[in-house]
Nanobody
Framework: QVQLVESGGGLVQAGGSLRLSCAASRVTFGINYSAWYRQAPGQQREVVASLDRGGNTNYADSVKGRFTISRDNAKNTMNLQMNSLKPEDTALYYC??????WGQGTQVTVSA
């Protein structure tokens, strides 16, 4: 059974940083499209950053220059480094593989 487990969320002040991590079992990040999404209360889930098989990245305009997506093939993890956090980044963050397998999410709360 494929399992994705996110970690690293928490409460941080505006301007601070967090690093999210997604650990995978029975699926390999390095050979699949993978991404981080987020969903704020009352809003639709939106893609934050994605990573394709070739290592190419894409970011939502709202996080460009602040967030960095990466993967560690040896550990089979995917990470999201989030800097200069803003209150509008507050959301439940999910990792996904191929938009098919999803984790349970990790909460990020940014206070003003």
């Amino acid at each position: 059974q494929v399992q994705l487990v996110e970690s690293g969320g928490g409460l941080v002040q505006a301007g601070g940083s967090l690093r999210l991590s997604c650990a995978a079992s029975r699926v390999t990040f390095g050979i699949n499209y993978s991404a981080w999404y987020r969903q704020a209360p009352g809003q639709q889930r939106e893609v934050v950053a994605s990573l394709d098989r070739g290592g190419n990245t894409n970011y939502a305009d709202s996080v460009k220059g602040r967030f960095t997506i990466s993967r560690d093939n040896a550990k089979n993890t995917m990470n999201l480094q989030m800097n200069s956090l803003k209150p509008e980044d507050t959301a439940l963050y999910y990792c996904t593989v191929a938009n098919i397998q999803w984790g349970q999410g990790t909460q990020v709360t940014v206070s003003a």
